[in-house]
């Protein structure tokens, strides 16, 4: 065993030198435990709840005045207001302007579609003064 090797390490080593001459019982041995390995760290990478993710309070609040805001010519702590937004989508709101039509939001990849439905009844993108 070398040194620093891992517990899990050391079971493959032992696994490998004492199927070497059986290669079909290697692969089946393996492959099930590869796809295990690959779907817990999916799971991690993305976060998974097993409990269904929730719209904050402020998302389901209607704005007080009934107008839209502008995603041409709101600032950041304009588009803040929003009902559902955050600083990173208002951000990259005002980084990929100008917008023809508020639904390019969603169709160039600015949003995504959870945000862009949070949002949509909130916003207005008027075309641009030439």
Known sequence: MAFGSSVFENLVYEIVISEENEPVRLIRRFVPMELLIALALSVVHTGFSSQPQRVPAQAKAVSASGDRTDIN???????LKVPGMTRTWADRIVRFRPYRAKNELLDRG????????????NIVAHHPAQ
């Open 73 to 79: 010519t709101a600032t950041i702590d304009q588009l």
């Open 110 to 121: 600015i949003v995504s579609s959870a945000v862009y439905d949070r949002i949509k009844d």
